[in-house]
Protein backbone atom coordinates (compact mmCIF):
# COMPACT_ATOMS: atom_id res chain seq x y z
CA UNK A 1 0.00 0.00 0.00
CA UNK A 2 1.47 3.40 -1.20
CA UNK A 3 -1.35 5.36 -0.04
CA UNK A 4 -2.83 6.28 -3.24
CA UNK A 5 -5.38 4.33 -4.44
CA UNK A 6 -6.85 4.67 -7.77
CA UNK A 7 -10.19 3.32 -9.06
CA UNK A 8 -11.54 1.39 -10.81
CA UNK A 9 -8.51 -1.01 -11.39
CA UNK A 10 -9.34 -1.97 -14.74
CA UNK A 11 -11.75 -0.11 -17.24
CA UNK A 12 -13.58 -1.11 -20.85
CA UNK A 13 -14.94 1.62 -22.54
CA UNK A 14 -16.67 2.28 -25.90
CA UNK A 15 -15.79 5.10 -27.49
CA UNK A 16 -18.77 6.88 -27.25
CA UNK A 17 -18.97 6.22 -23.44
CA UNK A 18 -17.80 8.58 -20.80
CA UNK A 19 -16.32 7.29 -17.87
CA UNK A 20 -14.48 9.04 -15.24
CA UNK A 21 -10.97 7.93 -13.07
CA UNK A 22 -10.24 8.68 -9.30
CA UNK A 23 -7.61 8.73 -7.17
CA UNK A 24 -7.69 9.51 -4.05
CA UNK A 25 -4.06 9.80 -1.66
CA UNK A 26 -3.88 9.29 2.41
CA UNK A 27 -0.68 11.05 2.75
CA UNK A 28 -1.33 15.05 3.44
CA UNK A 29 0.43 15.60 -0.03
CA UNK A 30 -0.15 19.02 -2.11
CA UNK A 31 0.71 17.75 -4.97
CA UNK A 32 -0.82 15.05 -7.53
CA UNK A 33 -0.71 13.90 -11.10
CA UNK A 34 -2.18 12.01 -13.71
CA UNK A 35 0.28 9.96 -15.99
CA UNK A 36 -0.24 7.81 -19.11
CA UNK A 37 1.93 4.64 -20.02
CA UNK A 38 1.31 2.97 -22.96
CA UNK A 39 2.66 -0.56 -23.92
CA UNK A 40 6.23 -0.22 -24.34
CA UNK A 41 6.70 3.50 -24.13
CA UNK A 42 7.35 5.70 -21.08
CA UNK A 43 5.42 7.06 -18.43
CA UNK A 44 4.30 10.67 -19.85
CA UNK A 45 2.83 12.98 -17.69
CA UNK A 46 -0.13 14.30 -18.23
CA UNK A 47 -1.41 16.74 -15.34
CA UNK A 48 -0.10 18.38 -12.49
CA UNK A 49 -2.16 20.06 -9.60
CA UNK A 50 -0.91 21.86 -7.09
CA UNK A 51 -2.45 23.31 -3.98
CA UNK A 52 -5.41 22.07 -6.44
CA UNK A 53 -4.48 24.57 -8.82
CA UNK A 54 -3.60 22.95 -12.42
CA UNK A 55 0.04 23.81 -13.17
CA UNK A 56 0.80 21.58 -15.77
CA UNK A 57 -1.17 20.25 -18.89
CA UNK A 58 1.42 18.58 -21.31
CA UNK A 59 -0.61 19.28 -24.60
CA UNK A 60 -3.72 16.40 -24.08
CA UNK A 61 -6.46 16.20 -26.20
CA UNK A 62 -9.60 17.70 -24.47
CA UNK A 63 -10.97 14.47 -24.47
CA UNK A 64 -8.92 13.80 -21.06
CA UNK A 65 -10.29 16.26 -18.40
CA UNK A 66 -9.27 16.16 -14.90
CA UNK A 67 -10.74 17.68 -11.83
CA UNK A 68 -8.97 18.38 -8.56
CA UNK A 69 -11.82 19.28 -5.94
CA UNK A 70 -9.52 19.05 -3.14
CA UNK A 71 -5.72 18.27 -2.20
CA UNK A 72 -6.40 14.66 -1.48
CA UNK A 73 -8.90 13.87 -4.77
CA UNK A 74 -7.92 13.73 -8.37
CA UNK A 75 -10.39 12.74 -10.88
CA UNK A 76 -9.60 11.87 -14.74
CA UNK A 77 -12.73 12.27 -16.69
CA UNK A 78 -12.95 10.30 -20.28
CA UNK A 79 -15.13 10.90 -23.33
CA UNK A 80 -15.07 9.94 -27.15
CA UNK A 81 -11.70 8.78 -26.39
CA UNK A 82 -9.91 6.26 -29.52
CA UNK A 83 -8.67 2.77 -28.95
CA UNK A 84 -4.84 4.38 -29.02
CA UNK A 85 -5.83 5.91 -25.82
CA UNK A 86 -5.99 2.47 -24.00
CA UNK A 87 -3.44 2.20 -21.28
CA UNK A 88 -2.38 1.92 -18.04
CA UNK A 89 -3.00 5.42 -16.21
CA UNK A 90 -0.78 6.38 -13.29
CA UNK A 91 -1.71 8.60 -10.40
CA UNK A 92 1.00 10.04 -8.18
CA UNK A 93 1.32 12.42 -5.33
CA UNK A 94 4.15 14.14 -3.68
CA UNK A 95 5.00 16.83 -1.10
CA UNK A 96 6.77 19.78 -3.10
CA UNK A 97 9.53 21.52 -1.32
CA UNK A 98 11.95 20.64 1.15
CA UNK A 99 14.38 16.98 0.86
CA UNK A 100 11.20 13.97 1.09
CA UNK A 101 9.28 14.92 -2.42
CA UNK A 102 9.84 11.63 -3.78
CA UNK A 103 6.16 10.84 -5.72
CA UNK A 104 4.24 7.61 -4.52
CA UNK A 105 2.08 6.24 -6.79
CA UNK A 106 -1.20 4.21 -7.23
CA UNK A 107 -1.49 0.86 -8.52
CA UNK A 108 -2.86 2.48 -12.29
CA UNK A 109 -6.05 1.68 -14.05
CA UNK A 110 -6.21 -0.36 -17.18
CA UNK A 111 -7.79 0.97 -19.69
CA UNK A 112 -9.27 -1.03 -22.88
CA UNK A 113 -11.26 1.48 -25.27
CA UNK A 114 -13.07 -0.89 -27.85
CA UNK B 1 15.73 16.55 -23.99
CA UNK B 2 17.18 13.20 -22.14
CA UNK B 3 19.00 14.42 -18.96
CA UNK B 4 19.76 10.75 -17.98
CA UNK B 5 21.19 7.84 -19.86
CA UNK B 6 20.92 4.49 -18.84
CA UNK B 7 21.36 1.22 -20.57
CA UNK B 8 18.29 -0.21 -21.46
CA UNK B 9 18.88 -3.34 -19.97
CA UNK B 10 20.75 -5.63 -17.08
CA UNK B 11 21.15 -9.39 -15.61
CA UNK B 12 22.16 -9.52 -12.27
CA UNK B 13 22.25 -13.10 -10.35
CA UNK B 14 19.97 -13.81 -7.28
CA UNK B 15 21.93 -12.68 -4.28
CA UNK B 16 24.74 -10.77 -5.67
CA UNK B 17 24.77 -7.08 -5.96
CA UNK B 18 23.20 -5.56 -8.44
CA UNK B 19 24.55 -1.52 -9.78
CA UNK B 20 22.73 0.45 -11.91
CA UNK B 21 24.43 3.15 -13.73
CA UNK B 22 23.13 6.49 -14.56
CA UNK B 23 24.58 9.68 -16.17
CA UNK B 24 23.70 13.01 -15.91
CA UNK B 25 26.86 14.49 -17.65
CA UNK B 26 24.35 18.06 -17.77
CA UNK B 27 23.14 18.25 -14.08
CA UNK B 28 23.32 21.50 -12.49
CA UNK B 29 24.03 22.09 -8.53
CA UNK B 30 20.27 22.38 -7.25
CA UNK B 31 19.29 18.81 -9.35
CA UNK B 32 19.09 15.54 -7.12
CA UNK B 33 19.33 12.61 -8.62
CA UNK B 34 16.26 10.14 -7.43
CA UNK B 35 16.32 6.67 -8.56
CA UNK B 36 12.67 4.67 -8.83
CA UNK B 37 11.60 1.79 -10.40
CA UNK B 38 8.31 -0.30 -11.62
CA UNK B 39 7.59 -3.53 -11.46
CA UNK B 40 5.57 -4.81 -13.80
CA UNK B 41 1.81 -3.12 -14.33
CA UNK B 42 2.30 -1.86 -11.06
CA UNK B 43 2.94 1.93 -10.42
CA UNK B 44 6.69 3.30 -10.06
CA UNK B 45 8.03 2.78 -6.46
CA UNK B 46 10.21 5.58 -4.75
CA UNK B 47 13.85 3.71 -4.16
CA UNK B 48 16.00 6.58 -2.90
CA UNK B 49 17.83 10.10 -3.74
CA UNK B 50 20.42 12.58 -3.06
CA UNK B 51 22.28 15.35 -4.45
CA UNK B 52 26.23 14.99 -4.20
CA UNK B 53 26.48 13.00 -0.68
CA UNK B 54 26.40 9.08 -1.20
CA UNK B 55 23.04 7.52 0.73
CA UNK B 56 21.71 4.63 2.17
CA UNK B 57 18.56 3.06 2.99
CA UNK B 58 16.56 -0.36 3.36
CA UNK B 59 15.77 -0.64 0.10
CA UNK B 60 19.54 0.29 -1.69
CA UNK B 61 22.26 2.39 -1.88
CA UNK B 62 23.49 5.62 -4.02
CA UNK B 63 26.92 6.58 -4.98
CA UNK B 64 27.16 9.52 -6.83
CA UNK B 65 30.50 10.74 -8.53
CA UNK B 66 32.34 14.00 -6.98
CA UNK B 67 31.63 15.52 -10.41
CA UNK B 68 27.96 14.71 -9.91
CA UNK B 69 27.81 13.61 -13.88
CA UNK B 70 27.08 9.99 -12.73
CA UNK B 71 25.78 7.81 -10.15
CA UNK B 72 25.05 4.17 -9.42
CA UNK B 73 22.37 2.42 -7.40
CA UNK B 74 23.57 -0.78 -5.54
CA UNK B 75 20.91 -3.40 -4.80
CA UNK B 76 22.91 -4.95 -2.19
CA UNK B 77 21.67 -8.49 -2.36
CA UNK B 78 19.59 -8.99 -5.26
CA UNK B 79 16.15 -11.13 -5.41
CA UNK B 80 14.04 -12.19 -7.98
CA UNK B 81 11.88 -9.56 -6.54
CA UNK B 82 14.04 -6.83 -7.44
CA UNK B 83 12.90 -7.62 -11.43
CA UNK B 84 11.80 -4.26 -12.74
CA UNK B 85 12.34 -1.27 -14.36
CA UNK B 86 15.22 1.08 -12.92
CA UNK B 87 14.80 5.10 -13.59
CA UNK B 88 17.20 7.39 -13.06
CA UNK B 89 15.48 11.01 -13.06
CA UNK B 90 17.49 14.33 -12.30
CA UNK B 91 15.49 17.44 -10.95
CA UNK B 92 14.97 20.24 -8.43
CA UNK B 93 13.22 20.26 -5.49
CA UNK B 94 11.40 23.76 -5.90
CA UNK B 95 8.21 24.60 -7.40
CA UNK B 96 6.60 22.08 -9.19
CA UNK B 97 9.20 20.55 -11.57
CA UNK B 98 7.45 17.58 -13.31
CA UNK B 99 8.87 14.27 -12.61
CA UNK B 100 10.14 13.01 -16.07
CA UNK B 101 10.57 9.55 -16.81
CA UNK B 102 12.87 7.89 -19.51
CA UNK B 103 13.05 4.51 -21.08
CA UNK B 104 14.59 3.08 -17.59
CA UNK B 105 17.03 -0.16 -17.37
CA UNK B 106 15.14 -3.28 -17.39
CA UNK B 107 16.88 -5.38 -14.80
CA UNK B 108 16.83 -9.17 -14.53
CA UNK B 109 17.75 -11.25 -11.81
CA UNK B 110 18.64 -14.71 -12.57
CA UNK B 111 18.23 -17.32 -10.42
Known amino acids: ETGVTQTPRHLVMGMTNKKSLKCEQH?????MYWYKQSAKKPLELMFV???????ENNSVPSRFSPECPNSSHLFLHLHTLQPEDSALYLC?????????????FGQGTRLTVV | DAKTTQPTSMDCAEGRAANLPCNHSTISGNEYVYWYRQIHSQGPQYIIH???NNETNEMASLIITEDRKSSTLILPHATLRDTAVYYCIVRTNFGNEKLTFGTGTRLTIIP
Open chain 1, 49 to 55: YSLEERV
Open chain 1, 27 to 31: LGHNA
Open chain 1, 92 to 104: ASSQEGGWNTEAF
Open chain 2, 50 to 52: GLK
